[in-house]
């Protein structure tokens, strides 16, 4: 089963910044578009950002200006800056790989394992 592995995470202040990382096979990556999700507890799994195989960027209203996507194809990795973090930004981060094939085919989702990022004093 192909799993994309993140890193980063962790406990913060308010205010403070995190970055999380996800490298996917270079067989998926080259042709997804790539997402960041996060659930927090009691809540449903929200996208947050996401960066389309031709780099187009695109943010969840509440993270727009703090949160920042980005992708490097040659290391086949995607990337979340995170700063001025909130209390309300706490939650488990998702990285998601999207395969479109259009033609009415059902598009390939490949998920990281989740990463933990905590914003307390």
């Known amino acids: 089963q192909v799993q994309l592995v993140e890193s980063g995470g962790g406990l913060v202040q308010p205010g403070g910044s995190l970055g999380l990382s996800c490298v996917a096979p270079?067989?998926?990556?080259?042709?997804?578009?790539m997402g960041w999700y996060r659930q927090a507890p009691g809540k449903q799994r929200e996208l947050v950002a996401a960066?389309?195989?031709?780099?187009?960027?695109s943010y969840e209203d509440s993270v727009k200006g703090r949160f920042t996507i980005s992708r490097d194809n040659a290391k086949n990795t995607v990337y979340l800056q995170m700063n001025s973090l909130k209390p309300e930004d706490t939650a488990v981060y998702y990285c998601?790989?999207?395969?479109?094939?259009?033609?009415?085919?059902?598009?390939?989702?490949?998920w990281g394992q989740g990463t933990q990022v905590t914003v307390s004093s």
């Open positions: 998601n790989a999207r395969r479109e094939y259009g033609l009415g085919i059902r598009p390939s989702d490949y």
């Open positions: 270079g067989s998926i990556f080259a042709f997804s578009n």
């Open positions: 960066v389309t195989s031709g780099g187009r960027v």
